[in-house]
T-cell receptor, first 116, second 111 residues
């Protein structure tokens, strides 16, 4: 199994809603990532979890709250979002061997989020 | 700092034409370099990678060579197909599993 699975594929939410994005991988990877991608732009790193601990937070607003319940799962909890937060949210994973040359990112298909 | 610069797009080619997408990088040390491809409505897929100077990554007819002297990792394909239409991202990885992406180059191949 070389897949990163994200659910839901599409999500529409109001600015007062609370929702969660989910990501799952069964490749034994120990690093998991959240990226945000606006149309016609590159992915922007939001968070990195390494061995289930948050290792990088790229100054993301607190209305985005990541959670890593175990080594296979990664969630992104959303609350009080703004319309400008509408984007494709991509989850990725990698082996997690820092500095190892065989590291590479495996991406999920993303959740297309629209905030009304 | 660490950064990746890609040629501006969009690029439009006829089927069977030769493709080059330029990528240069700025990094301390010896990063690993990648090309990722994104088809409409999907996540990014690894196309090829190279981990040290003079390495050549190749996959599906695409090639890129890690050139330390010019800090480049240009993507090439000898004969493109309509199915190659996608957005291509150059990326580098530094220690701590930090990946940096270029701005992406949109490729359209017309029959």
């Amino acid at each position: 199994d070389t897949e990163v699975t994200q659910t839901p594929k599409h999500l529409v939410m109001g600015m007062t809603n609370k929702k969660s994005l989910k990501c799952e991988q069964h490749m034994g990877h120990r690093a998991m990532y959240w990226y945000k991608q606006k149309a016609k732009k590159p992915p922007e790193l939001m968070f990195v979890y390494s061995y289930e601990k948050l290792s990088i937070n790229e100054s993301v607003p607190s209305r985005f709250s990541p959670e890593c319940p175990n080594s296979s799962l990664l969630n992104l909890h959303l609350h009080a979002l703004q319309p400008e937060d509408s984007a494709l949210y991509l989850c990725a994973s990698s082996q997690g061997s820092s500095g190892q040359k065989n590291e590479k990112l495996f991406f999920g298909s993303g959740t297309q989020l629209s905030v009304l | 700092g660490n950064s990746v610069t890609q040629m501006e797009g969009p690029v439009t080619l006829s089927e069977e034409a030769f493709l080059t997408i330029n990528c240069t990088y700025t990094a301390t040390g010896y990063p690993s370099l990648f090309w990722y491809v994104q088809y409409p409505g999907e996540g990014l897929q690894l196309l090829l990678k190279a981990t040290k100077a003079d390495d050549k990554g190749s996959n599906k007819g695409f090639e890129a060579t890690y050139r330390k002297e010019t800090t480049s990792f240009h993507l090439e394909k000898g004969s493109v197909q309509v199915s190659d239409s996608a957005v291509y991202f150059c990326a580098l990885m530094r220690a701590g599993n930090q990946f940096y992406f270029g701005t992406g180059t949109s490729l359209t191949v017309i029959p």
